[in-house]
């Protein structure tokens, strides 16, 4: 046989297996949101549960409905609303279900356990309590909360206000950014923590390996910090009588505090303190 003769082959084959080779990876896509296309209302609603690999959910204060895909079980059951999987062979961790729910309403509790959560919006609920592998807060906020507690490998929280009376936290790996806290008490657990923003806080305490703290705060009487290494910078915005307390105990110290050069108060810290 003549090769040659046959040269136009060439370019056909080569069109065909561009062409078979972009549809197996476009059928291969690592992930796909499934989109809300029903809804029931919530009057009557006052516990939420979601328990689906992977979420995306978005609180609406301006709804009183919950909007869901027909891909999922929503079962109503008295006062209590639960979302699952309705095939989890079919319906695994690559896909994200995307969830709306309205909070016109208060809701007296809202639980999540999933390996992946996407979260932003207006929460309105007393408690809260987050269990997944990788969990991304964005532009989200909760007011007059009781209880905010995530546990979770990855977490970050990113452009937020929380507003609640404590919180609980244990991760690997925590990162506060451009986020504003109002609460009695925080208390983070984790490998790597990072908070960055502003706290009005009373008591803060940290059990970490890895500690970076750069934040501005008031009204923060005691902190108490375990970890390997702190580092950045606090800075007290307000000013008080008698003394603030602030415990670390690690290998490496880089951490700076700041207060008022008017400050009539003292901090007990034995690191570095500067005024400005």
Same mark, same amino acid.
């Given at each position: 046989?003549?090769?040659?003769?046959? #040269?136009?082959?060439?370019?056909? &084959?080569?069109?065909?297996?561009?062409?078979?080779?972009?549809?197996?990876?476009?059928?291969?896509?690592?992930?796909?949101?499934?989109?809300?296309?029903?809804?029931?209302?919530?009057?009557?609603?006052?516990?939420?549960?979601?328990?689906?690999?992977?979420?995306?959910?978005?609180? *609406?204060?301006?709804?009183?409905?919950?909007?869901?895909?027909?891909?999922?079980?929503?079962?109503?059951?008295?006062?209590?609303?639960?979302?699952?999987?309705?095939?989890?062979?079919?319906?695994?961790?690559?896909?994200?279900?995307?969830?709306?729910?309205? &909070?016109?309403?208060?809701?007296?509790?809202?639980?999540?356990?999933?390996?992946?959560?996407?979260?932003? !919006?207006?929460?309105?609920?007393?408690?809260?309590? %987050?269990?997944?592998?990788?969990?991304?807060?964005?532009?989200?906020? %909760?007011?007059?909360?009781?209880?905010?507690?995530?546990? !979770?490998?990855?977490?970050?929280?990113?452009?937020?206000?929380?507003? &609640?009376?404590?919180?609980?936290?244990?991760?690997?790996?925590?990162?506060?950014?451009? &986020?504003?806290?109002?609460? /009695?008490?925080?208390?983070? *657990?984790?490998?790597?923590?990072?908070?960055?923003?502003?706290?009005?806080?009373?008591?803060?305490?940290?059990?970490?390996?890895?500690?970076?703290?750069?934040?501005?705060?008031?009204?923060?009487?005691?902190?108490?910090?375990?970890?390997?290494?702190?580092?950045?910078?606090?800075?007290?915005?307000?000013? #008080? /009588?008698? %003394?603030?307390?602030?415990?670390?105990?690690?290998?490496?110290?880089?951490? %700076?505090?700041?207060?008022?050069?008017?400050?009539? !108060?003292?901090?007990?810290?034995?690191?570095?303190?500067?005024?400005?």
């Amino acid at each position: 046989m003549n090769i040659r003769e046959y #040269w136009f082959l060439f370019p056909i &084959t080569a069109l065909i297996l561009m062409i078979f080779s972009f549809n197996l990876e476009n059928y291969n896509v690592s992930s796909q949101v499934i989109q809300p296309n029903k809804s029931i209302e919530i009057n009557g609603i006052d516990i939420i549960k979601i328990n689906y690999p992977a979420v995306r959910i978005k609180f *609406d204060p301006e709804s009183n409905k919950i909007y869901f895909s027909d891909k999922i079980i929503l079962v109503k059951k008295e006062n209590m609303v639960e979302v699952r999987s309705s095939n989890p062979s079919l319906f695994g961790s690559q896909n994200i279900i995307e969830i709306v729910i309205g &909070t016109k309403k208060r809701y007296k509790n809202v639980i999540i356990d999933t390996a992946s959560a996407e979260i932003y !919006g207006k929460l309105n609920t007393e408690f809260f309590d %987050i269990d997944s592998m990788n969990i991304k807060f964005r532009d989200f906020e %909760i007011n007059n909360n009781t209880e905010f507690k995530v546990d !979770g490998t990855s977490v970050s929280i990113i452009n937020s206000y929380i507003k &609640t009376k404590k919180i609980y936290m244990d991760t690997t790996s925590l990162k506060f950014l451009n &986020t504003l806290i109002t609460a /009695d008490l925080i208390d983070l *657990d984790g490998t790597t923590i990072s908070v960055e923003g502003e706290i009005n806080v009373h008591e803060l305490y940290i059990d970490g390996t890895s500690v970076k703290l750069n934040f501005k705060c008031k009204n923060l009487k005691n902190i108490k910090i375990s970890s390997t290494t702190l580092s950045g910078e606090i800075y007290y915005l307000d000013m #008080w /009588d008698g %003394i603030r307390r602030l415990e670390s105990n690690e290998i490496s110290n880089n951490l %700076i505090i700041y207060v008022k050069k008017e400050n009539p !108060g003292i901090i007990d810290f034995k690191g570095k303190i500067k005024k400005y």
